[in-house]
Nanobody
Framework: QVRLVESGGGSVQAGGSLRLSCAAS????????MGWFRQAPGKDREFVSA????????DYADSMKGRFTISRDNAKNTVYLQMNSLKPEDTAVYYC?????????????????WGQGSQVTVSS
């Protein structure tokens, strides 16, 4: 089994920053691509960002480009999401995602492994 544990969520004012971390444990050799999704109340889970195993390839949803940065440390089996210039509409539960495929799907039901989620609240 693969276990993903997020940390780093919290509350911040608009324009502020937060950094999410996601540590993988267990059968980590099964993990290739990793990334993040988020889900706001009453909305579907949506793609945020993804990163390849090497870290060379990254992908962002359009609304996050230029504000969010994804990175990973394979020695620590950890992926990070640096979130800057946060907006109230970024308020959501952020989920770490990992997949056995080399590229992370933008479709939530294609994902192999999920974390438990971390709340991010941005106030205006």
């Amino acid at each position: 089994q693969v276990r993903l544990v997020e940390s780093g969520g919290g509350s911040v004012q608009a324009g502020g920053s937060l950094r999410l971390s996601c540590a993988a444990s267990g059968f980590t050799f099964r993990i290739d691509a990793m990334g993040w999704f988020r889900q706001a109340p009453g909305k579907d889970r949506e793609f945020v960002s993804a990163i390849s195993r090497s870290g060379f390839n990254t992908d962002y949803a359009d609304s996050m480009k230029g504000r969010f940065t994804i990175s990973r440390d394979n020695a620590k089996n950890t992926v990070y999401l640096q979130m800057n210039s946060l907006k109230p509409e970024d308020t959501a539960v952020y989920y770490c995602a990992a997949d056995r495929s080399p590229s992370l799907s933008r479709v939530s039901y294609d994902i192999d492994y999920w974390g438990q989620g971390s709340q991010v609240t941005v106030s205006s």
